[in-house]
């Protein structure tokens, strides 16, 4: 059972940290102090026009690194003292972020374009240490010069040299638990490493992998129990705690490094931090630590899990972008009409409940519809100009759609969202999932979730017959017709790691992979075939440009769309800005 400690009294505060810290104290709130270095807050401040991504601070606490978005939409790598203002970007690091440091503090490792690279922290040149795909959740450098990384998609922790070299496996997934990831890693004194686990309608939670041998010919892992759940990553500090994030707080819990066991109750001692859902359900929290008793952490904000709609030109954002001026929410999905004048977007309302919208294009701050009731998700437009979605509204997800059409730019008919039919008449045993619709040959392209399949990739030829394209042990989704539709492309993680396929629907046996790398949420346009590479915007394997958006958490569908005229693309844009990073030295936990 987790137990809170109560807040040091204001007046001990004032005392200890001054009338300055005193504003933090509101928010970080510890157990009373013991003998030694009071603690110092300082004030990381983000310029303006940058958005920050990720952070990490060095082992004495001293420096701060961290990825932020800056004006040409993409990520830069900046490193500054923590307790001065004036900071250095780290050259030829575009895209870079999920940074860490190495035991000396020398070096910073971080993830960008597909890999994972090393960088003195005083400059230098970047060095590529190997293949690493950018969704993965954080790496960690270990005392005998191991990077140990989290490739996401069920590939558990790798490891790999410092110096360079091909990842090998350190821990496989037990199926048997509903385990979906591991995650998050963190190298422990003493060699072993810890790490965050998810699993399948469970929170997630810390465990240890430890090395049972010295001979490195031979060195056998084994993994640790449960030990707290836990939100993100964990880390180790000074003197001998674990501090981790659970629902918005950190905790910090006694530990034994010899037992790799927890030795006391677990106290909170910070509220208010910002964290994350995604990351295979791993999450995400706002805070690092160093080992020496440095705290970085930064606060949640309303705005946190909101986004707005972007309209960035297909050449990029540097010719243009611009928000749409539809008001921050949290959106997913949007899709653009066929004529171009509705935009149709999921809109997360509740703990388990979207909505769908649809907006008018010339004015996107105008609601001319929204479909309610149940979690609704997917919208696909028709060829008729109606609607289709999924929802659970009656119970198992089905496909609906609705009885009219928009209209006009400022109203729909009222039947549009109340007089709904499912797509099937038939009883429907698996949740479906519509995506893309041509008229000529009518068909729907669709996925299904299958209990012992994961996900399937299927068509069906309208008024006729369902007929799988792709439907494996992997987990195949996100499928998009071509507009003329004789081919299909979806997402696979059929080799370990998502990638797109393209397959001819008459006379091809075999899909052809479209990426090698690690490929994302494809939409399929008479101009080509866009799709993701990390942060890169593909059409028809050439880049068109990179920016940080936001992803769908489980690719399971583009969270972007294509203008049918391909003037613009539709793109979500985190709405929040962190304006600052508080570290906190000589923290007491």
Known sequence: MITRRPAVRAALVLLILGLWLSVTSRHLKRPAPTPGAPPILVVVAIPSGRALDSFAVSPDGDTVVYSAVAQDGRLHLFVRPAAGAQEREVADAIGGHDPFFSPDGKSVGYFSHDAIWRVPVGGGVAQRICAAPGESAGGTWTGDGQIVFAPLGGQGLHSVPSAGGTPAPLTTLNGRDG????????????????????????????????????????????????LVPAIGQAAFTSP?????????????????????????????????????????????????????????????????????????????????????????????TPRISRDGRHLAVVVSTGLMTRDIRVLD??????????????????????????????SNREGLQKIYLTAGRPAGGRSVGRDFSRALEPLFSMDVQSPRNPASWVKSPPLLAFYEIDPFRARDVMI??????????????????????????????????????????????????????????GGVEPVWTTAGLWYREGDRMMRDGTTVFEGRYEKDAGANAADYDVD?????????KRAGRTKEIRVVKNAIF
């Open 179 to 226: 385990e979906l990831a591991h995650g998050w890693p963190h190298a422990l004194p003493g060699g072993a490493i810890l790490f965050t686990v998810s699993q399948r309608g469970r929170d997630p939670h810390l465990e240890t992998l430890s090395q049972n041998s010295k001979d490195d010919s031979r060195r056998p892992a084994s993994r640790g129990g449960r």
């Open 240 to 332: 001998g705690r674990l501090v981790y994030s659970y629902l918005g707080d950190l905790y910090a819990v006694p530990f034994d490094l010899e037992t790799l066991k927890t030795t006391g109750v677990p106290v909170a001692f910070a509220k208010g931090v910002q964290s994350a859902s995604g990351f295979d359900q791993l999450g995400r929290a706002g805070f690092a630590v160093s080992r020496g008793g440095t705290l970085a952490w930064v606060r949640a904000t309303a705005e946190d899990g909101n986004n707005e709609l972007v309209r960035v030109d297909t050449a990029g954002p540097s010719t243009g972008r611009r928000s749409l001026g539809a008001a921050a929410a949290a959106y997913q």
């Open 361 to 390: 294009m010339a004015h996107p701050d105008r609601i001319v519809a929204t479909i309610q009731g149940g979690d609704n998700q997917s919208p696909a437009w028709m060829p008729d100009g109606r609607l289709s979605f999924a």
């Open 460 to 517: 069906y030829q309208v008024g006729e017959a369902i007929f799988p394209v792709s439907a494996t042990a992997a987990n195949e989704r996100s499928p998009v017709l071509s507009p003329d539709g004789q081919s299909m492309a979806w997402v696979s993680d059929a080799t370990g790691r998502d990638e797109v396929y393209v397959k001819k629907l008459a006379g091809q046996a075999e899909a052809q992979a479209m990426t090698t790398t």
């Open 564 to 572: 049918p005229r391909g003037q613009f693309l539709v793109m979500l």
